[in-house]
């Protein structure tokens, strides 16, 4: 078999992955990056079939990964694509057995949760004046808190995303994997100002016709919210805030998580709002909290 009919099977299992389990694009691209990457290392070795890959350089693949200085975060995320890759051309009836398994995954040190204290998220959501642009920010940060959504699904949103009456977001969620996530009170309070009283002057300094602008979050040109504009955005509150760590969209994420398990959420339920298609990406947040319960019980029990 040529390299050529290799190329073929990674395309269609890019093709699979796209329409069967629409994966989103930044997905998609990595795994096209790691398919790409193992069938180099392949042909320098002068195998061209990556159907006739065995363990053995499976095996070398990794430790030439390691040796290359890259993390083993990164080595797991390739040796998953591999594995994917490997299931489905054994589903294809391409391979006769599974040269990934028995591969141990590299052990990552799981590193710190970054997120704020419920004093700094107030600092924070105080941090915006009452002008038009302060209104559009304290609504960003608002909703930002109080629904975890990432930075994509914040920029993505529409005006007919929220539903203010009801106390809901429509959030776009990846891949076209939408999901409802509920609102409260201040959040509702906050996107209400903004878009009667804010939203418009937006709006209005967009040249030319207006009237088919449907982006909730909109900047000083009437057009839809860049991430980089966003990012700005956080980062110069926290500075207004004093607040030592740089906000991001992640930290305000992993605040909303980490302060609903403190309030007793369920797991399951967090994973939903979160959108986490893994349950383990929300265990993550589980186990912060208990280590800080923890951490707390050491600190201020007499017999601890």
């Known amino acids: 078999m040529k390299v050529v009919e290799s190329a073929v099977f990674a395309e269609e299992f890019l093709s699979y992955l796209k329409n069967e389990k629409r994966m989103a694009k930044n997905s998609l691209d990595a795994y096209k990056g790691d398919v790409n990457d193992f069938q180099a290392f392949l042909t320098k070795r002068g195998i061209a079939d990556i159907t006739k890959a065995t ?10 990964l390691k040796e290359s200085g890259r993390s083993a975060s990164t080595i797991n995320r390739k040796l998953a694509s591999l594995r994917s890759y490997c299931r489905y051309l054994l589903s294809q009836g391409k391979l006769k057995e599974d040269p990934t398994l028995n591969i141990r995954s590299p052990k990552v040190e799981r590193k710190e949760i970054e997120f704020l204290s419920l004093e700094e998220i107030d600092r924070l959501l105080a941090a915006p004046d009452d002008t038009v642009k302060g209104k559009r920010d304290k609504a960003i940060l608002e909703l930002m808190y109080a629904t975890g959504i990432r930075v994509n699904e914040v920029i993505a949103a529409d005006l007919m995303d929220v539903n203010l009456r009801i106390g809901f977001f429509t959030c776009p969620g990846e891949a076209g994997k939408a999901r409802i996530v509920p609102i409260g009170k201040p959040a509702r309070a906050a996107l209400e100002d903004y878009i009667t009283t804010a ?9 030319g016709d207006n009237t088919m602008e449907s982006a909730l979050f909109l900047n000083h040109r009437g057009q839809r919210l860049t991430r980089q504009g966003l990012w700005k955005v956080l980062k110069d509150y926290g500075e207004k805030a004093e607040i030592e760590k740089t906000i991001t969209p992640h930290i305000l994420r992993n605040s909303f998580a980490v302060h609903m398990v403190q309030n007793g959420a369920d797991i399951k339920s967090l994973q939903e709002l979160l959108g986490h298609e893994d349950i383990s990406a929300t265990e993550v947040y589980l186990t912060q909290a208990k280590s800080r319960i923890k951490d707390v019980y050491d600190k201020t029990h007499p017999r601890a």
């Not at 939203?199 to 040249?207: D, G, H, T, Y």
């Open 55 to 64: 363990n053995t350089e499976i095996v070398a693949y990794l430790l030439d």
């Open 199 to 207: 939203r418009e002057a937006f709006l209005s300094r967009k040249e």
